[in-house]
């Protein structure tokens, strides 16, 4: 999988590439007739505990490589058996879904692929699906009067490997009887969390211009009652994540939660919006550091604002764009504690645009249109919050057919260049990103109108080889035993100076004998990983990569090199499972 041959999205679990695929898998499967050296695929799908043959699982089986292989289909039948005919040799990776059920491997970890290396006229038929029943979190929200509230988000969190911090598994919203059915989950601990609709209160017309400062007292008794808000809330009735109990589910749990809001105290954060051209009327965003509420209220002609009903916590202040015109950008981090915060003052600076161009480089009758350029935040933050903004995944900019491309509305920040392209450009990876001639791959400043020169190469590296547990053939050395790896996770993690650059990381899925094949590597250094059940993008975490250093294989790259490797199956810490 290649920086320009795969856009990934780094908190899903498919690439973006795969799960276009998948979703075309039905209507392109095969049924023609059986090409030249086709073969067959047939298994079992099986429920765990207890090996249960498993029916109606729908078996999706996709070519990695689009222009040889293709996509099929198969249902199990009353045995938990399917069989696909005329599968044309390639790469596949194969999928078992079922409402109810999630993909397992032999260690009771999650694992929803299989990689399956067909050849030309010979059969696999040992193909072995275990899935296992999921669990279902459901409920009921009420108020302090027990009455059902609608429209309330409620989340399953879930502790983030190797970290304290929480990410969103599984998010629906209660209806008008306060009801809400959480499904899927996979056995583990969870966090429950019910987040309220917004307060229209908080965004009603104020009759009269925001009161100076010096008027905010607190001895204002009507409103005490005005100032009274339902709040994030945390099982089992907490506003604080970190004092929130966890549910232990295990697999097949049906695990009743109820929560109940309660009113509590608020308070507004007021100030003023400096610098804004007639007729110019944005509005203010507070968004809390956990992503768990976002408040807007608009500017008055005089800049000034007011947003209402903010509980106490850390919170990101920002200007949002009004009236379609330039867009404006000012930020700052505020903490409520058990007061109004008063007399905050931003000064936002205008958006612009950049601009940029693509050549490739020893195939200039490459089609351009095929690539698209990302632009993202060279910092981004190591827990974006359950309510992810879009400057997490980045601006994307098409290239036109002369290589030229533009992001509109960028604010002054410091950026990273990313390249995406289609499934074609397997051998295809970024040379260089240049402003004004200075090499800026790591990233760069940006604070008006700026172009850059972006260089792609169709000459990567590329390394293959096999994962073998050393621990089995070390045990039983003197019967000459062969332990390949099948569906283990290769990583060729980057130089120090690369490791923020998520392209840089390059990965690959073993097949049933334990072969892998990464192409489209940029010259460099980079050391080699093999792993089993390790969550998606964990491998970037730094602390993780340091708890591996002893396991990995240096290599270094060349422009198109091409090495072949063996490669030890390296153990991973229960906390990172």
Same mark, same amino acid.
């Given at each position: 999988?290649?920086?320009?041959?795969?856009?990934?999205?780094?908190?899903?679990?498919?690439?973006?590439?795969?799960?276009?695929?998948?979703?075309?898998?039905?209507?392109?499967?095969?049924?023609?007739?059986?090409?030249?050296?086709?073969?067959?695929?047939?298994?079992?799908?099986?429920?765990?505990? &207890?090996?249960?043959?498993?029916?109606?699982?729908?078996?999706?089986?996709?070519?990695?490589?689009?222009?040889? &292989?293709?996509?099929?289909?198969?249902?199990?039948?009353?045995?938990?058996?399917?069989?696909?005919?005329?599968?044309?040799?390639?790469?596949? $990776?194969?999928?078992?879904?079922?409402?109810?059920?999630? &993909?397992?491997?032999?260690?009771?970890?999650?694992?929803?692929?299989?990689?399956?290396?067909?050849?030309?006229?010979?059969?696999?038929?040992?193909?072995?699906?275990?899935?296992?029943?999921?669990?279902?979190?459901?409920?009921?929200?009420?108020?302090?009067?027990?009455?059902?509230?609608?429209?309330?988000?409620?989340?399953?969190?879930?502790?983030?490997?190797?970290?304290?911090?929480?990410?969103?598994?599984?998010?629906?919203?209660?209806?008008?009887?306060?009801?809400? %059915?959480?499904?899927?989950?996979?056995?583990?601990?969870?966090?429950?969390?019910?987040?309220?609709?917004?307060?229209?209160?908080?965004?009603?017309?104020?009759?009269?211009?925001?009161?100076?400062?010096?008027?905010?007292?607190?001895?204002?008794?009507?409103?005490?009652?005005?100032?009274?808000?339902?709040?994030?809330?945390?099982?089992?009735?907490?506003?604080?994540?970190?004092?929130?109990?966890?549910?232990?589910?295990?697999?097949?749990?049906?695990?009743?939660?109820?929560?109940?809001?309660?009113?509590?105290?608020?308070?507004?954060?007021?100030?003023?919006?400096?610098?804004?051209?007639?007729?110019?009327?944005?509005?203010?965003?507070?968004?809390?550091?956990?992503?768990?509420?976002?408040?807007?209220?608009?500017?008055?002609?005089?800049?000034?604002?007011?947003?209402?009903?903010?509980?106490?916590?850390?919170?990101?202040?920002?200007?949002?764009?009004?009236?379609?015109?330039?867009?404006?950008?000012? $930020?700052?981090?505020? !903490?409520?504690?058990?007061?109004?915060?008063?007399?905050?003052?931003?000064?936002?600076?205008? !958006?612009?645009?950049?601009?940029?161009?693509?050549?490739?480089?020893?195939?200039?009758?490459?089609?351009?249109?095929?690539?698209?350029?990302? =632009?993202?935040?060279?910092?981004?933050?190591?827990?974006?919050?359950?309510?992810?903004?879009?400057?997490?995944?980045?601006?994307?900019?098409?290239?036109?057919?002369?290589?030229?491309?533009?992001?509109?509305?960028?604010?002054?920040?410091?950026?990273?260049?990313?390249?995406?392209?289609?499934?074609?450009?397997?051998?295809?990876?970024?040379?260089?990103?240049? =402003?004004?001639?200075?090499?800026?791959?790591?990233?760069?400043?940006?604070?008006?109108?700026?172009?850059?020169?972006?260089?792609?190469?169709?000459?990567?590296?590329?390394?293959?080889?096999?994962?073998?547990?050393?621990?089995?053939?070390?045990?039983?050395?003197?019967?000459?035993?062969?332990?390949?790896?099948?569906?283990?996770?290769?990583?060729?993690?980057?130089?120090?100076?690369?490791?923020?650059?998520?392209? %840089?990381?390059?990965?690959?899925?073993?097949?049933?004998?334990?072969?892998?094949?990464?192409?489209?590597?940029?010259?460099?250094?980079?050391?080699?990983?093999?792993?089993?059940?390790?969550?998606?993008?964990?491998?970037?975490?730094?602390?993780?990569?340091?708890?591996?250093?002893?396991?990995?294989?240096?290599?270094?790259?060349?422009?198109?090199?091409?090495?072949?490797?063996?490669?030890?199956?390296?153990?991973?810490?229960?906390?990172?499972?």
């Amino acid at each position: 999988m290649t920086a320009a041959g795969r856009l990934r999205v780094n908190l899903m679990t498919r690439s973006l590439l795969l799960v276009l695929l998948l979703s075309g898998a039905l209507v392109r499967a095969q049924n023609t007739a059986p090409a030249a050296g086709a073969s067959s695929l047939s298994g079992i799908v099986v429920s765990e505990p &207890g090996d249960q043959p498993l029916k109606k699982v729908l078996v999706q089986v996709v070519a990695e490589d689009q222009k040889q &292989g293709g996509n099929y289909t198969a249902l199990t039948d009353s045995d938990g058996r399917f069989h696909i005919e005329s599968v044309v040799p390639g790469r596949y $990776r194969a999928y078992a879904e079922r409402t109810g059920f999630v &993909g397992v491997n032999e260690r009771g970890m999650r694992s929803e692929t299989n990689v399956i290396a067909v050849q030309s006229s010979r059969p696999v038929d040992d193909i072995f699906f275990r899935m296992l029943p999921t669990a279902v979190v459901s409920g009921r929200i009420t108020d302090e009067d027990g009455d059902p509230i609608s429209g309330v988000r409620v989340l399953a969190l879930r502790k983030i490997p190797g970290k304290t911090k929480r990410e969103n598994m599984a998010t629906e919203t209660t209806n008008d009887l306060g009801e809400y %059915r959480l499904a899927g989950l996979f056995p583990g601990q969870y966090w429950i969390a019910a987040i309220p609709a917004p307060d229209f209160r908080d965004y009603e017309k104020q009759t009269d211009k925001i009161p100076p400062a010096e008027d905010h007292a607190d001895d204002h008794p009507a409103r005490d009652s005005n100032d009274t808000r339902y709040l994030t809330t945390y099982y089992p009735g907490t506003y604080d994540a970190a004092q929130a109990s966890a549910v232990a589910l295990k697999a097949g749990d049906q695990m009743p939660v109820n929560l109940t809001l309660l009113p509590a105290r608020t308070y507004r954060v007021r100030g003023i919006v400096t610098g804004l051209a007639p007729g110019q009327r944005p509005s203010v965003e507070l968004v809390s550091r956990l992503g768990d509420s976002i408040h807007a209220a608009e500017v008055d002609p005089d800049g000034r604002f007011e947003v209402r009903g903010i509980g106490p916590g850390s919170y990101l202040l920002r200007v949002a764009d009004g009236n379609n015109q330039q867009a404006l950008t000012a $930020r700052q981090e505020i !903490s409520v504690v058990a007061s109004d915060v008063e007399g905050l003052r931003l000064a936002p600076q205008p !958006s612009f645009k950049l601009s940029g161009h693509l050549r490739v480089d020893g195939r200039p009758s490459t089609d351009l249109t095929q690539f698209v350029a990302n =632009l993202r935040p060279a910092e981004l933050p190591d827990d974006p919050g359950l309510l992810m903004s879009q400057e997490f995944f980045g601006a994307n900019a098409p290239v036109d057919r002369f290589g030229n491309f533009e992001w509109k509305d960028v604010n002054p920040g410091n950026y990273v260049v990313r390249l995406y392209g289609g499934d074609t450009l397997n051998d295809f990876f970024l040379e260089s990103i240049k =402003l004004a001639g200075r090499d800026v791959e790591t990233g760069f400043a940006a604070s008006g109108p700026l172009t850059l020169d972006a260089v792609v190469s169709a000459n990567g590296g590329t390394i293959d080889g096999a994962v073998l547990d050393m621990q089995k053939m070390d045990m039983q050395k003197n019967d000459g035993g062969h332990f390949p790896v099948s569906n283990a996770t290769v990583v060729a993690v980057p130089e120090e100076k690369f490791r923020k650059l998520p392209d %840089r990381f390059e990965s690959a899925q073993t097949d049933q004998h334990g072969r892998f094949a990464i192409r489209g590597l940029a010259p460099g250094r980079y050391t080699l990983f093999a792993w089993q059940d390790v969550e998606d993008n964990v491998y970037r975490d730094p602390d993780f990569l340091k708890s591996q250093e002893a396991n990995g294989e240096a290599v270094k790259i060349e422009e198109g090199s091409h090495q072949t490797v063996e490669l030890k199956l390296s153990p991973v810490g229960e906390e990172w499972r």
